[in-house]
């Protein structure tokens, strides 16, 4: 039997989990999966794709939706991409700042030099589709320390309703440095969908600063029409000067890494059924429960609870509808665990224990959240 060594060809800036954006393959729907309508101080921040939010800020004024779509790139091998279309048009004015963010934890960042003469280039790529063609602003942000340094660069789609992969290259601060080995965001991404007035300038780019400049006043505005949607998915940012292929995760390692800012309790499992169990603990009280909720990992830091649908508590072959909405014992939970408070209109033995379960409702789950 002969061998045959065969050398392999070398791939430049193929190290794994080179992509530092979660969930840039628009995989993870923890939130909804349902089209979200989202405005100032409405299901602004994160609201239904995992780790990406919306924001408006100074009170901005308009409305956009966002969906799950499955209109991807063909050939690329993805599955889903972020729909995002106005629901409700407006026009910018002064301090009012739309746009879609993404932020990445200061401790997931390799050491990129910043503040020092060798500070490293940064390659952000994204596909994109749009029928509202024009300049975009893609603003940058770090914390530097203690006044946050700013660039933005610019890109405009070559064609309308066309799928293409734009490629960006983000030159390091050399100035200054950003604390790493922290919980805190070390980089902020925007995708400007209009020019803030008072924040913007008369250029196509703008290179790290501290004054607040973070988009071209040439900015399209996204927002003037319902008509208007666009498309992103495969978002990339590795630290490189040039781009390389996107960096697809397995399933179960990318929702790993979104449990570390959110987690739906009970998960997603379409098979679960109605009555599934998420915590258990014992009754406190005649009318409250107290189950724990043992987290898939850690979480960045102790979480906030949110809680949709309907629940019960199970005990000694009794079930009680929940009276009120679940809470969270802020004093006693931490990033590992969640102790919740679960309140019924009567009938628990003190000290027995009991399940905490949906309520003949598939779609009832808690949501804790440590996000950035």
């Known amino acids: 039997m002969t061998q ?5 060809q070398f791939v430049k800036n193929n190290r794994m989990f080179r992509n530092l954006i979660i969930n840039g393959d628009m995989a993870i729907w923890q939130r909804s999966t349902s089209t979200v ?8 921040g994160y609201n239904s794709v995992d780790r990406w939010k919306m924001m408006f800020g100074s009170s901005a004024g308009g409305a956009v939706q966002w969906s799950r779509s499955t209109d991807v790139p063909t050939g690329e091998g993805f599955e889903y991409s972020l729909k995002v279309s106005p629901s409700t048009t407006t026009n910018a004015t002064g301090n009012h700042e739309i746009a879609i963010q993404h932020f990445i934890e200061a401790q997931n960042i ?9 500070a490293k280039k940064l390659t952000f790529s994204f596909y994109f589709k749009t029928n509202k063609v024009g300049l975009y602003s893609v603003y940058f942000q770090h914390p ?7 660039k933005f660069l610019t890109f405009t789609p070559a064609a309308s309703d066309t799928w293409e992969r734009i490629v960006l290259t983000v030159t390091g601060d050399t100035a200054v440095a950003f604390p790493v080995n922290v919980s805190t965001y070390g980089l902020g991404i925007y995708i400007y969908l209009d020019n803030p007035p008072n924040y913007d300038v008369d250029a196509t780019e703008a290179d790290w600063q ?6 071209s006043e040439n900015n399209v505005n996204f927002m003037d029409n319902t008509s208007n949607e666009l498309y992103m998915t495969g978002c990339q940012l590795e630290v490189s000067d040039s781009v390389s292929d996107f960096e697809f ?26 009555y599934a169990v998420i915590a258990s603990g014992h009754n406190s009280g005649t009318t409250a429960q107290l189950p724990i909720v043992h987290h898939y990992i850690p979480m960045r830091g102790d979480p906030s609870l949110t809680n949709s649908g309907n629940f019960r508590v199970h005990h000694a072959n009794t079930n009680t509808a929940t009276s009120a909405a679940t809470t969270l014992d802020d004093n006693t939970s931490s990033p590992s665990i969640s102790l919740l408070v679960v309140t019924v ?4 033995t003190v000290g027995q224990s009991a399940l905490y379960e949906q309520n003949n409702d598939s779609d009832a789950h808690i949501l804790l959240d440590a996000d950035l």
Do not use: F, M
């Open 144 to 150: 530097g320390s203690g006044t946050a340094k700013r």
């Open 110 to 118: 390799p050491d990129i030099s910043y503040g020092t003469s060798s």
């Open 249 to 274: 995760l397995p399933h179960d390692v990318q929702l790993q890494r979104c449990y570390r800012y959110c987690q739906r309790h009970p998960s997603q499992d379409p098979t679960g059924g109605a």
């Open 37 to 44: 309508t989202i405005s100032d101080g409405s299901n602004e």
């Open 4 to 8: 045959t060594k065969v050398e392999a």
């Open 210 to 215: 501290t004054s607040v400049v973070v988009a």
């Open 345 to 348: 209109s009567s009938g628990l």
